[in-house]
């Protein structure tokens, strides 16, 4: 919280004071730049969002939108949020992109991926119990899980693991076919990298490469995983007619590390590669909206003409999955 909303620059973090005098209510709020037609554009990237129970009746979260909405800024977004804030956030003429407020799910062996949720909720269950039960399960199961392959994809495109200097230098030139997009600054997108590699709960950050048969990348993708665990993915972005070719090189990372699946933030673009998956379902995971009085921006908005999510959200912070009542 310090890190991420007090101490640093970037952050737009706003109070309520209640009429006692206390502290009533909190908003965190990240500055970013989005460019629009060679426009540059000031965006507020809304994170967590908490009151006092015992003293908020409904109005702390209102006030402190209608306090952000007094800033300089030309746009407002959030991903993260929950039926409650999407109540009072909608009338203040939010749009929401319904695509994006959906999870993907990819199932490789579900008894193990069964084992997985159940350690994520009582971390306490002895592996012992549960693993060699979820591996017999998997066994008779065979290949029924397995995702299916995708047509599209060229036997002449490889993947290959990046790190993270190469997948900052590439994913900017990946996204430049939209035309509202981050505009980072030197040094701005490495900086992100190092604050969503601290995440734990999910395992390591791990970068990919899509490449066809000249070395030119053609999509990168991002996701916390470990053998045994649920991959999570971050970010993953093609060019072009890529995204089935780029999407596969996903799902094959995952599997070739040991993940008994992998979950991640649904997009309008890759959304017809997705439905090409067996074993694969949706939910809703959290309210995707913005919000512009800026003509242009809204639009591109409704036209699914914007990147947001992943890193443009809030999703990735530590904030949103490690558990710090454990160490």
Known sequence: MRELYLDGGESEALVQINPQGGLGGFMGVLKARYELNG???????????????STDHGWAGPQLLRALHQGEFDLYLTDSANRTSLAFARPMKYQLLPVHCLEWTCIF???????????????????????????AFDALAGKRF?????PSSSRR?????????????????LMSDYSLRPSWKDGELPRLLVLAAEKRADGPLHFGGTYDEAGKMLGCHAFYGQAGGIANLLQIQASGSHWAATLDGLIAAARDMGCVGIIGQTQSRFLPQLFGYSGLFFRYAGGTMVRSLVAEVTEAVRSGDIFVGGLMGDRWTRLSSDDFGRA
Do not use: Y
């Open 39 to 53: 426009r540059t554009l000031n965006a507020a990237i809304i994170g967590p969002f908490m009151t006092d129970s």
């Open 109 to 135: 062996r579900p008894a193990g991926m069964a084992a997985a949720v159940l350690r994520r909720k009582w971390p306490g269950l002895p592996r012992l119990a549960l693993d060699p039960c979820a591996r």
């Open 146 to 150: 397995e995702p299916s392959a995708q």
């Open 157 to 173: 495109v490889h993947h290959e693991p990046i790190d993270a200097a190469q997948f900052a230098e590439r994913l900017p030139i």
